[in-house]
């Protein structure tokens, strides 16, 4: 509000005034205050900062986390890739130490660029985590074989067009979480370095597309993992299968495989397992089941082969149980487990429409079984997502 013995120009004044003010105070701040501040800020805005004043010219390049990311739009108009300014703020940056990088470049980045040479460079910055997303046309890529001895690097995660070529080099001693997004194999050779060469792998998570290269057999072990999580996208093969997931990692807590693809599965055993969820159309070793006994909380898709490997006393500890059949003898299995265990607390039955009609008079049956267990049931339909049957007891 003016007041009565102020003019409109000194008002105007006074306020420009005031905002410089606050400014040099923002400016007054200590370098890694100001760092910090920026952190919240995207990448593409932090440095434009530089234009303020000379006194933030050369503070974004301090900025230990960096994201960039092609932004693709439905429209006929062209389009920029971001890796101009990705390679050039790179360039200028000069924090010791990068946290953390992420990079999204998709078909609109150009095809002749070097980003194993880019990707060489963050490394060299005692990089902790690297996010490194490439959807371009050219064809699929290697990375720099310093990413594979990086020993400051704890997470990474690799995307699409790039291929998994491990040097025998390979050391990575601090990685603890790996995630392998439809990349690439150039062969088990080179996936088998690289998890044998991760002492301290906690977590792995693999999705895996339906031409991926070249492994026939992917192999997972690894003694520190804890934690697992598999997803083949590779439709059902009818012809004769020579591939296969072996899995053999005595610490695992928490695992999960869905893989309708038809390989063979191979578990080892685990004692410390909490949470499994196993959803696959494969050849599974007559033992898998037996392997995953102390899990607590389990999730089962019942083909003809799991139904058949399913004994009364594999799950004594059982507390949450999820199963979706799809075979026409699950019923007995199932009854038989319950009789068995004593720990079970809630039983969730995921019907195939196909099956959905032999489920009605399934939940008398279950009903009046787990009556006396106190067990929570829900019985639904996967097609409808639809409650058939739910029943506190």
């Known amino acids: ?121 963050a490394v060299d910055r005692s990089l902790r985590r690297l996010l490194f997303h490439l959807s371009w046309l050219a064809k699929p890529t290697s990375m720099p074989n310093r990413l594979y001895t990086c020993e400051t690097l704890t997470e990474l995660e690799l995307f699409n067009k790039i291929i998994l070529d491990v040097p025998p080099s390979v050391c990575l001693p601090s990685l603890a979480k790996l995630f392998l997004f439809c990349v690439v194999y150039k062969d088990d050779v080179s996936l088998f370095r690289l998890l044998s060469n991760c002492p301290v792998l906690r977590i792995l998570l693999v999705i895996r597309s339906e031409e991926d290269g070249n ?12 934690e697992f999580t598999y997803l ?38 685990m004692p410390s397992i909490v949470r499994a969820e196993l959803s696959t159309f494969c050849y599974p070793d007559k033992k898998i089941l037996r392997h995953i006994s102390s899990a607590t909380s389990l999730s089962l898709t019942l083909t003809e082969e799991l139904v058949v490997m399913c004994r009364p006393d594999n799950f004594s500890q059982l507390v949450d149980l999820t199963i979706t059949p799809c075979d026409s003898g699950w019923l007995v299995q199932l009854m038989l487990m319950l009789k068995s265990n004593h720990e079970l607390k809630s039983l969730a039955i995921k019907s195939v429409s196909t099956y959905f009609h032999h489920y009605t008079s399934a939940c008398f049956l279950i009903n009046g079984l787990t009556l006396k267990h106190n067990v929570y049931v829900v019985m639904f339909s996967v097609l409808y997502n639809y409650p058939s049957f739910v029943e506190q007891t």
């Open 1 to 121: 509000m003016i007041s009565a013995t102020e003019k409109p120009q000194e008002v105007i004044i006074s306020q420009s005034v005031r905002e410089r003010n606050c400014e040099d105070r923002i400016s007054a701040l200590p370098d890694d205050l100001l760092v910090k501040i920026l952190l919240f800020v995207p990448t593409k805005y932090i440095v434009t900062t530089m234009i303020l004043s000379k006194r933030w010219r050369t503070i974004w390049t301090e900025v230990p986390r960096l994201e960039y990311e092609d932004i693709v739009s439905n429209t006929n108009s062209e389009q920029k890739s971001v890796w101009w300014f990705l390679e050039k703020s790179l360039q200028l940056h000069k924090a010791p130490i990068l946290e953390s990088l992420c990079i999204q470049l998709k078909e609109i980045c150009p095809t002749n660029v070097d980003v194993v040479k880019l990707v060489a460079q």
């Open 215 to 226: 492994v026939k057999k992917y192999t997972v072990k690894v003694p520190s993992l804890e």
């Open 232 to 269: 083949y996208k590779r439709p059902l093969s009818l012809a004769e299968n020579t591939r296969s997931l072996v899995l053999d990692c005595p610490a695992l807590t928490k695992l999960s495989i869905n893989d309708h693809s038809g390989d063979s599965c191979s578990i080892g055993n």
